[in-house]
């Protein structure tokens, strides 16, 4: 989605969604000039009509609202997210405290985790020890997760499913926080709830 200096057409058919005005088809300058006299923003929101289709709007707002949707419509469809974080079967001590570390946290979010022992080359041979990793890791996570799925071979990798025994309980005051959040710094910022990329943790399905 274009906007503001980022469109670059000749002519543009216009809307103000702030007053439901129609402009009709103005030159693009125009459309600028409008949208600087009333404090708005310019938004290309129809790139493939002819001409182009633009709506002057507070684009802060627009991505604000469009944020708090997609989070309602997660909640209302009770999304689960299966995390996956692959380990060697002869990993060292302070690698697995780090995998470990990062298993803990998707849990107490309320994800799922599905745990892979990639082998490589003979190290099939010795599935023993890729299963006591597995097993050492659900012992050792007992508080926070039930075994969904026990260890199981798949081609040259083993897994394990894990999954959370409590929902991570929301903050008191938390949704209210949010909707109070100044909307252009949420744009600016992007979701504040987004996770950062894990070193070998990825979405998966079970």
Known sequence: MRVNDQIRLPMVRLFDDTTQEAFGIVPLERAKQLALERELDLVEVAPQAQPPVCRLMDYGRFKFEALKREKESR??????TVKEMKLRPKISEHDFQTKFGYVRHFLEEGDKVKLTIVFRGRELVHQEYGRRLLDRMA??????????????????????ILSPVHKKPSKPGAARAEEDRDPEAVAAAGDPDAEGNQPDAQDSQP
């Open 75 to 80: 909640r209302e469809h009770n999304v689960i």
């Open 139 to 160: 012992e050792e996570l007992h508080a926070l997760a039930a075994v969904e799925r026990n260890a199981l071979v798949e081609g040259r990798n083993m897994t394990m």
